[in-house]
């Protein structure tokens, strides 16, 4: 009998190696083959802690997802009959003359040999590597990663730019709203909550309590308090909410807590709490969330290259006026410390509108200077159109291409 050892690898591919995740027996034979041929995994005989290739460790039982399958709902059927492959020719030929033309805009530039190479490692060992073809974009493989301009179509890699080193504490900041009785601020906490170990450095969490007339119920201090349990938060702002700043109100109180600490932040807010778990709000958070925090090793890599990063970019004003060239739609992001703290950046200065926050990395930065962890170029998220047409079947291949269901 062979075997491999499955400790090798790291969070769901370590799972999938040792039979524990949902997939099918036969696609986790094929992982395998991949990560042996990759030499991610190597084949051997079989002693204690290793896996054997034909069995997995617990006889094939499927482990539940965390989210009870929730996750699952939110996609339309529209998306799931297209699938995540990367379309017909049309596809292919509208995906080909757009990479030509940002090539040429590029100076022809050709990505540099070490470059390459990473890209090639991370196409060969991508579940959506069909052959040599992409099937994301349905480009060859071989051919995409030679261009300078080229960018993986699910934000595994990303447009040459200078490497910089991410070797900082991870450190997040987060706004709720608690709104009562609708749950989605509890819903926000538990999403965060799965995923807390994932910031090793300093945790701010501002809490909002109603101004007078608010049209809103909302729930205690205390109460969004007890919701983090036992994890550590180190430090909790109390503020009044500013309907006319939303997140805004307690964003720079936020951000100075974080400010003189090295390393990257997260920051984030208790989204949709003014709607139902019906609304579009929640597969919106749930992208964000998923995107933002499910795979360290992307957003670590755009990190590196960018100031900041995160998902639904989207380009152009927002309907009113005073404001800027771009953002990201629905307000989660990464920035790097180092670069929204250092000297000549007025991070204090919020624009005075409800979109605050939303505005601000665009007070900091141009939209080159940043990169896109999902669904670049976005539209109006409010419009189930853009979900249908587009976003449910990105998402779909976000997923298959970290092997996520
Ligand atoms: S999705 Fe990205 S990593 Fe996967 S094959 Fe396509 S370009 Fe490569």
Redesign the pocket.
């Given at each position: 009998m062979q075997c491999v050892d499955c400790n090798r690898l790291h969070g769901r591919l370590r799972e999938i190696c040792r039979g524990e995740s949902d997939l099918p027996d036969d696609k986790r034979q094929t992982y395998i083959a991949r990560w042996l041929k990759s030499g991610m995994l190597q084949e051997t005989d079989c002693s204690d802690g290793l896996v054997s290739i034909e069995t997995p460790v617990d006889g094939g039982r499927r482990k539940k997802r965390r989210t009870g399958g929730r996750r699952q709902r939110h996609i339309s059927p529209n998306a799931r009959r297209k699938g995540k492959g990367g379309g017909g020719c049309c596809k292919r030929a509208v995906t080909f003359a757009k990479t030509m033309a940002a090539w040429a805009a590029d100076g022809l530039k050709i990505a540099s040999a070490t470059e390459q190479a990473e890209r090639r490692q991370?196409?060969e060992t991508?579940p959506?590597?069909s052959e040599g073809w992409?099937s994301?974009?349905g480009c060859h493989?071989n051919e995409?990663i030679k261009l300078r301009v080229s960018f993986?179509?699910?934000a595994?890699?990303f447009v040459g730019q200078p490497p910089r080193a991410v070797d900082g504490p991870r450190h997040l900041m987060m706004h709720i709203m608690p709104v009562t009785k609708n749950g989605m601020w509890q819903w926000n906490v538990e999403q965060l909550l799965q995923r807390i170990d994932i910031f090793d450095g300093r945790r701010a969490v501002a809490i909002v309590t109603p101004q007078p007339g608010c049209k809103y119920t909302l729930d205690t201090v205390a109460a969004v308090q007890n919701a983090f349990r036992d994890h550590r938060i180190d430090e909790w702002i109390v503020a009044r909410n500013n309907p006319r700043l939303r997140e805004g109100a307690t964003w720079p109180q936020l951000l100075t807590a974080v400010s003189r600490e090295p390393g990257v932040t997260f920051a984030c807010h208790a989204m949709g709490v003014t709607h139902n778990m019906q609304h579009l709000k929640l597969p919106w958070t749930e992208i964000q969330w998923m995107t933002c925090l499910d795979d360290w090793t992307s957003v670590e890599r755009a990190l590196s290259q960018y100031s900041m990063a995160g998902p639904f970019k989207r380009y152009g004003h927002f309907a009113v006026g005073n404001n800027n060239r771009w953002h990201y739609s629905g307000t989660f992001y990464w920035f790097r410390n180092d670069d929204v703290f250092r000297s000549g950046k007025d991070w204090h200065t919020m624009d005075k509108r409800f979109f605050a926050s939303e505005s601000w990395p665009a007070r900091l930065f141009r939209p080159e200077e940043t990169a896109c962890l999902f669904c670049d170029d976005t539209k109006d998220l409010y419009k189930q159109h853009v979900w249908d047409g587009r976003v449910y079947e990105e998402f779909e291949q976000w997923k298959a291409?970290r092997i996520l269901s």
């Open positions: 991370i196409c991508c959506l590597n992409c994301a974009c493989i995409k993986c179509p699910t595994k890699w291409a």
